[in-house]
């Protein structure tokens, strides 16, 4: 299994036969270096979008159309990407679907989710999580969250041993939340952080993080370095 960062929220996850580009957004992120979009994409299979957002899914439509791969989110966001003639694969909380070989199943989150990228604010139905099951591993992607008592029975039941948190603080848990939920609800041995660097107004160290989860391996990513598992 390869995990690799995009910058911001963005990861490409290789797993088992799928090539997942989870909230892949590219142009116009200030982490991701230009030019390198393809390297990004090589080989991709499916779009995954944890809510619609700009910094998460304007980019969507673009790589989707380009690489002539499904779109996989919430309900809501499909019918809003398949009424621009992209081919979708809509599914709700608590719903599971096969990609490649991967089971991915749609967990909630505690955020919001709209369409901000297109000159008016629409609604893009509700902000999600995934966890990502195949090659032995549990991948828990949270999107775009804080702390919410959904955690308990989702580290219970799935039991995931990788965690790719938001942490940046602002819109999302920060980096003291995020390690506080890490410890209580979850048992990770590796924790790969995101959402968090790209802008001043987020949080620019992980210093406090790696100091609240002692024992677990914390990944401060690299862009488009992969992370092989």
Known sequence: MKITWLGHSGFRIEIEKAVLLVDPWLAGNPVFPEGREAEATEGATHVLL???????ASNAASIARTAGIPIVCIHELSEIFGAEGLETLGFGKGGTVELGGARVTMVNACHSSSIDFKGSLGQAGSEAGFMIAGEGH???VTGD???????DWMGE???PD???LCAGGHYTMDMKMAAWAARKYFDFRTVILCHYKTFPLLAQSADELKAGLPGVTVIEPEVLSPITI
């Open 138 to 140: 549990t991948i828990y």
């Open 50 to 56: 944890t809510h619609g957002h700009g910094d998460h």
């Open 145 to 151: 969250t804080t702390i919410m008592a959904d955690m």
């Open 157 to 159: 039941y799935f039991a």
């Open 162 to 164: 990788i965690g790719i």
